[in-house]
């Protein structure tokens, strides 16, 4: 058996004929465009009440339609004053503000949002408030979104923050200013101090001299211990005068080639190291950027110390750096008498003195060496075993120049 063919129309008409148009029905239309509307709806109120700072929903006539509960805590605000009410009508009318209308009037229609609009008033019910407004027009619709943001706590910290800030800086004046009178007068005192002992300094060397040979052992002795006092303190009035005034120098910082600057240092103490037949081994160091005159200060205590703590067989003074979590670890090391690791944290303090007056010193170099390390961000410390040596090593935190 043949099938059918159904042969498609041949003309317009007939094409016409063959569609089956189905009506729309316009209750469907309608039911479907509510429920978008009833679900934005729901959207839009479970967004405003999820905000946690005061939002309101404003229509184009500026009337209240939704208002989440953060606002009724923040203000003090009641339902019925609320809802369907002219912004301005709220609470009695405390919300109508001069600055608020300008904000509504003025700012807010040049565009379709503004940004932390700044309002100051006092409310009847909760005092002083500093509002910061935040306001935005949803799309096309005539709906503003109106969100409050209350920063009376913060402005008051603020506020508190810069007077403590000028409270400083008077303190910090008045700081500066007696600083500078004490600087002053520790150099008065430094000169006065140590021009008496310079006299009797001199006035030992003129009866040791004048009276050679006709002194008594004794006396000589008595003579070279009051020089020799004289000339210590002398010593330990510069030094302090010195520690003094490092808080109040000016922080340079420069490019320092440290293998130059030890090469410096060891001119310097060309004599001692000559006297004490010192062996020195400088291993390549860095560049890095720091006080130049202050860094040679902390080598040169280091390295004197070296000289001034030797024992009797051959001083080995062995300088080396490495770099370590960006910054670079200088080490000086030598073989000589040590001491006990208890007193590790010790001998940076002032006037620590591990080896009595036997030999020569004040005390201060230490100290001084630790007050320059931590001018410059860093740390010093030691390891020592008492016999068989010493290591310091004080780490610089600046960025090399180049190796």
Known sequence: MK???VLPPRNPVELKQTIA???VDPDKVVDKNQILVEEYGKYLEALVHCVPTPLLVLDDQLRVKMVNECFYTTFK???DQTENCLIYDLGNGQWNIPSLRKFFEEILPSGKKFAHYEVTHKFETIG???MLLNARQIGTMPIILLNIEDITERRLRETELQELNSELGKHGSKLHSSNVELEHFAAEASHDLQEPLGIISNFMDLLA??????LEPKAQEYIEIAKNSATRAQELIRSLLHYAKMDSEEKVRETVDVKSLVSQVLADLRCQVEDSS???ICDPLPTIIGDKLQLGRVFQNLISNAIKYRREEPLKIHISARQENAAWIFKVNDNGSGFDSKYNDR????FQRLHGREIAGVGIGLAACKKIVERHGGKIWAESEKGKGTSFYFSIPEPTVNR
């Not at 001998?347 to 002032?350: L, S, T, V, W």
């Open 77 to 79: 605000a009641k339902v």
């Open 128 to 130: 002083n408030k500093i």
């Open 347 to 350: 001998i940076f303090d002032m």
């Open 278 to 280: 010192a062996e020195i």
């Open 3 to 5: 099938k059918s063919v």
């Open 21 to 23: 148009i189905s009506p």
């Open 209 to 214: 001299s004048g009276y050679k040979g006709q």
